[in-house]
């Protein structure tokens, strides 16, 4: 019988349960391993030998060269292990959650100043009809209601 | 006798701790922010409990896919500050309280909650930001925190976590821990995580203010109905990551009301937006004296 996954039916939104997280389990590890200084050494002097010594798929190498996060998490990141990615990029958490949305740095900054994105049409798969991303903001949503 | 005399919420976004480290608490964008840790940080001072157990969720530091546990208590004397990949934020270590760790871990077990007994754990954001926002920077002369603390790890991570009614039952049971040890101290609870946040995909930086603010007073009046909200609903409303905030029921499943006793005093309450991605929210619960 297959297990009830309400967690499905909310757009723009991958949850890391134990289905990804087997999927993803050597990406994950990966990631992991740039916790140590000498590791991230390695890894940006040469990507491409670094990632050949981990039993990942070709895809999701290729998702991390590329700095696709959204497709890492397709293929079983969690945000909280990529994010050692970034850290060795000298990226901040913001830059990482603003990069999967499509916003610019700048917009999505501006958006979280100005209280982040709305509740409203962000709920369901169904409102995101055309598969973009709702770009309703909490403050657009204020001066509707005005 | 211990006892718990307070109970604290209090998100835990790494960009906070990383505001201070870098000196920019005074800034346009930090400032509101810090000025609502103001008075929690005077409460603190004089309400100095001996022991915080600390309830946190690990981000991929001292855990990795490796082993995932649901409940994780530390019963060591000595946390490391975790190295997330930036480099070791420059705060003290905290000191652990071995004694009733062990006395804690004996007396829930036994009330049929697994926990796991953890005895190396590097503590990551979710531990220092609570520890930073609460006590500020500890002067370079007397570098240590003002008190010793039990670190209670809970998985947030990875699908399924526990429910809201597990964690407000397993608070109940580290309420009944705590006041069955024999030294007279003073204990508080911290709950940390939340609030609305969503860190990943398309959907990323949700924001739902109304939610927030419902969580909290429900937390504050209606708890054990509060512990009855189904996963989904945290994920849907308040973002993938918002699902931080059943660690809130367990310091809330702490309180004396609970068990039959008086309701907490509500000492302060604050909420912001935003901290990086992250709706902050903070609340000091005091037992009625």
Redesign the interface.
Known sequence: MPLDKPYKDVPGTTIFDAEESRKGYWLNQFCMSLMQPENRERFKADERVYLDEWAMTEEQKQAVMARDLNRCIGLGGNIYFLAKIGATDGKSFQQMAGSMTGMSEEAYREMMINGGRSIEGNRYLHEWTNKQTNKQTNALADKEKK | MARITASVYTSHV??IG?AMDLGKTQEP?WQPLFAGYEYSRQWLRDNMPDVVFLVYND???AF???F?PTFALGTTSHYPV?????GPRPVPDAEGHAELAAHIAQSVIQEDFDLTLVNRMPIDHGFTVPLSLMCGQPPADDFRWPFKVIPFAVNV????VPSGRRCFQIGQAIRRAIESYDEDINVHIWGTGGM?H????????????E?DKRFMDRLIADPSDLAQMP??EY???AG??GIEMVMWLIARGAMADVAGGPAPVVKHRFYH??A??T?VGHLILEEAK
């Open positions: 790494p960009a990383a964008y981000h991929a530091n990795s896919l490796d995932i975790a190295d997330e990949g930036w991570v990875q699908y399924p609305t969503q860190l990943q995909g398309p959907r990323a930086g949700l924001i739902n203010r939610w996963h989904i994920v849907r409303e993938s990551e937006v935003p990086s991605n709706a």
